[in-house]
């Protein structure tokens, strides 16, 4: 490890490394995109699991199956937005940005992509938190 990055906290070290994942995540899903082959879930599944890292940064000292289940909430919320046709909303989304953050189009196969992309990253996170951060 760098000697630098000893003299920091965990929960710095964690946040440094849910920002690394975060960014991460969001380089894979963009990429993703660009692959046919790929399933189109895959990309649902990775944003899932960023938005959940978002959460972590943010929420350190909360319980992971809290910050799960915001997520879910969350990813949930926005998909079942996509079912409001408000004018300004639909402006939004029509933007590059409003596209990735908030989609497009109500699926119900996006609600179990988010889903099983949660779970495999809380999973992972659990076992990341468990190891001692030295």
Do not use: N
């Not at 319980?63 to 939004?92: G, H, K, M």
């Not at 099983?116 to 030295?134: Q, S, T």
Request: glycine fraction near 6%; proline fraction near 3%; charged fraction near 15%.
């Amino acid at each position: 490890m760098f000697p630098f990055f000893c003299i920091y906290s965990t929960s710095m070290k964690l946040r440094f490394l849910y920002l690394v994942l975060v960014l991460l995540l969001i380089v894979v899903g963009l990429a993703s995109r660009r692959f046919p082959a790929i399933p189109e879930a895959t990309g649902d599944a990775l944003w899932a699991m960023m938005l959940f890292c978002c959460f972590r940064f943010v929420l350190l000292k909360a319980d992971l199956r809290r910050v799960a289940v915001i997520t879910l909430f969350a990813s949930y919320l926005v998909e079942f937005s996509q079912l409001i046709r408000w004018p300004w909303l639909v402006q939004l989304r029509s933007t590059t940005l409003g596209h990735l953050l908030l989609g497009q189009g109500f699926l119900w196969s996006d609600l179990v992509a988010y889903t099983i992309g949660v779970v495999l990253v809380f999973l992972l996170c659990r076992r990341i938190e468990r190891i001692k951060i030295g």
